[in-house]
């Protein structure tokens, strides 16, 4: 089955806890990003690859790293959390960049 | 960057009624433009997407317009359904990223 799948779902962790959120998708698709959604907010962007070894920022950056070392793979990497990363993460993959981006169920994070 | 405004933040409609949600971006550049649904818990998924090379697309009771000139695109439902009730967001794409409007929750009343 084509999916996008996070782990872990559901995060509790303490202020500067490294912590890190994988994303997996088994469409080989080239792009691939991660979202934050936060209420009225919307879903912004805070890294995205465009393929192996290929990242950018979003618009969000700030506090976060990735790395996409194989192509299935593209973890999110919060080295030192603060509660103002407390959200819901979001990774999301395509074919290319004007295609359907595809979503993981989400990961809900709790910075305390 | 690229600036999305999205309107309104809620609707209300009744059920066999049109809905329109529309939104404009800031940047002449932006070229792709994707429509979200969000269940409440669930994942965003695709609904319709239009490019900038065209004014008009139709999928069944959805379809999305694209004014370049004034740099806004809208998202009309028809014939509503209790089913079509959820969050919807719009999305620009510029340069390789995504911007995406603060979302509309439509509600459709049976």
């Known amino acids: 089955e084509a999916q996008v799948t996070q782990n872990p779902r559901y995060l509790i962790t303490v202020t500067g806890k490294k912590l890190t959120v994988t994303c997996s998708q088994n469409m080989n698709h080239e792009y691939m990003s991660w979202y934050r959604q936060d209420p009225g907010l919307g879903l912004r962007q805070i890294y995205y690859s465009m393929n192996v070894e290929v990242t950018d920022k979003g618009d969000v950056p700030e506090g976060y790293k990735v790395s996409r070392k194989e192509k299935r793979n593209f973890p999110l990497i919060l080295e030192s959390p603060s509660p103002n990363q407390t959200s819901l993460y979001f990774c999301?993959?395509?074919?290319?960049?004007?295609?359907?981006?595809?979503f993981g169920p989400g990961t809900r994070l709790t910075v305390l | 960057g690229e600036n999305v405004e999205q309107h309104p933040s809620t609707l209300s409609v009744q059920e066999g009624d049109s809905a329109v949600i529309k939104c404009t971006y800031s940047d002449s550049a932006s070229n792709y433009f994707p429509w979200y649904k969000q269940e409440l818990g669930k994942r965003p998924q695709l609904i319709i997407d239009?490019?900038?090379?065209?004014g008009e697309k139709k999928d069944q009771r959805i379809a999305v317009t694209l004014n370049k000139t004034a740099k806004h695109f809208s998202l009309h439902i028809t014939e509503t359904q209790p089913e079509d009730s959820a969050v919807y967001f719009c999305?620009?794409?510029?340069?390789?990223?995504?911007?995406f409007g603060s979302g509309t929750k439509l509600n459709v009343k049976p």
């Open positions: 999301a993959s395509s074919l290319g960049l004007r295609n359907e981006q595809f």
């Open positions: 239009i490019r900038s090379n065209v």
């Open positions: 999305a620009a794409h510029n340069f390789n990223k995504f911007y």
